[in-house]
Antibody, heavy 119, light 110 residues
């Protein structure tokens, strides 16, 4: 059974940094691309970033380019999202999601971790 | 950027009834590979999203046949027949032909 669990969320001041982790189990982690999707309170879903199965390719939405970095450690079955220069508009629940084999959609999601950016 | 418009925003339903949700894109979602990368998710209250339909009309593993997807080009529909209590929540479409954009969501409620 595919299992994804996020951690690392919390309250952080504007301009500071936070690093999220997503621990994966139940599948061969190194065979799949991974992603982060966020949801601001009472709002819809927003794709944030994706990383290829080997980690060699990364993709970001424009609003986080240069501030967020997605990475992965296939030896630890874990992906990460380093978030720098955080803004109030980054406040959201961040979901870890697995790309299906060809990468076109997300087939499994974690329960999410909440990030609040506020002074 | 691709704009995904879902209608209606809110959809009252009676248990056992049938409903349709529309998702329209600002550009054609036909990819150069010939496929149309439009997918549907359900987010139940307090839960993370779950995949229902991928590439317009393919039901994901374990999804009952009460759910069906159709459409082409820029116009897509999710139909739910014989609505059950566990179908309540917010439905989202996702396009992945041109990067990834979600629709704004449709709340299915009693």
């Amino acid at each position: 059974e595919v299992h994804l669990v996020e951690s690392g969320g919390g309250l952080v001041q504007p301009g500071r940094s936070l690093k999220l982790s997503c621990a994966a189990s139940g599948f061969i982690f190194s065979d799949y691309g991974m992603a982060w999707v966020r949801q601001a309170p009472t709002k819809g879903l927003e794709w944030v970033a994706s990383i290829s199965f080997g980690g060699g390719s990364t993709y970001y939405r424009d609003s986080v380019k240069g501030r967020f970095t997605i990475s992965r450690d296939n030896g630890k079955n874990t992906q990460y999202l380093q978030m720098d220069s955080l803004r109030s508009e980054d406040t959201a629940t961040y979901y870890c999601a697995r790309h299906e084999e060809l990468g076109w959609y997300f087939d499994f999601w974690g329960p999410g971790t909440m990030v609040t950016v506020s002074s | 950027d691709i704009l995904m418009t879902q209608t209606p925003v809110s959809l009252p339903v009676s248990l056992g009834g049938q409903v349709s949700i529309s998702c329209r894109s600002s550009q054609s979602l036909v990819h150069s590979d010939g496929d149309t990368h439009l997918h549907w998710y359900l987010q139940k209250p307090g839960q993370s999203p779950q995949l229902l339909i991928y590439r317009v009309s393919n039901r994901f593993s374990g999804v009952p046949d009460r759910f069906s997807g159709s459409g082409s080009g820029t116009d897509f529909t999710l139909k739910i027949s014989r609505v059950e209590p566990e179908d309540l929540g917010v439905y989202y479409c996702l396009q992945s032909t041109h990067f990834r954009t979600f629709g704004g969501g449709t709340k299915l409620e009693l």
